[in-house]
Nanobody
Framework: QVQLEESGGGLVQAGGSLRLSCTAS????????MGWFRQAPGKEREFVAA????????NYADFVKGRFTISRDNARNTVYLQMNSLKPEDTAVYYC?????????????????WGQGTQVTVSS
């Protein structure tokens, strides 16, 4: 069993930056692929970014390419999402997720474990 806890959300002005963290419990974090998803009010949950177990492979949604960076520190059981040049449309609850295949998958259905989410609000 893996438990995930996100932190780092908050209120920021458009053009600003935030760094989200997701810390995992359990010894198998280093073998898991990790992803970030988000859900805005009235919208479905959507893929944001993912990283393989080694950190060597990453995937990004087109709408965050060049602005967001996913990374991980397996020694700290933590995955990060650095968000720069934030826009009001980035406002959402951001969730981290883990999957045992170790890939950088874009489909939410692949992920076994989910955090509770952290709110990101970008004001215009």
């Amino acid at each position: 069993q893996v438990q995930l806890e996100e932190s780092g959300g908050g209120l920021v002005q458009a053009g600003g930056s935030l760094r989200l963290s997701c810390t995992a419990s359990g010894r198998t974090f280093s073998t898991y692929g990790m992803g970030w998803f988000r859900q805005a009010p009235g919208k479905e949950r959507e893929f944001v970014a993912a990283i393989s177990w080694s950190g060597h492979r990453t995937n990004y949604a087109d709408f965050v390419k060049g602005r967001f960076t996913i990374s991980r520190d397996n020694a700290r059981n933590t995955v990060y999402l650095q968000m720069n040049s934030l826009k009001p449309e980035d406002t959402a609850v951001y969730y981290c997720a883990g999957e045992s295949w170790g890939t950088s998958h874009v489909l939410a259905s692949v992920y076994d474990y989910w955090g509770q989410g952290t709110q990101v609000t970008v004001s215009s």
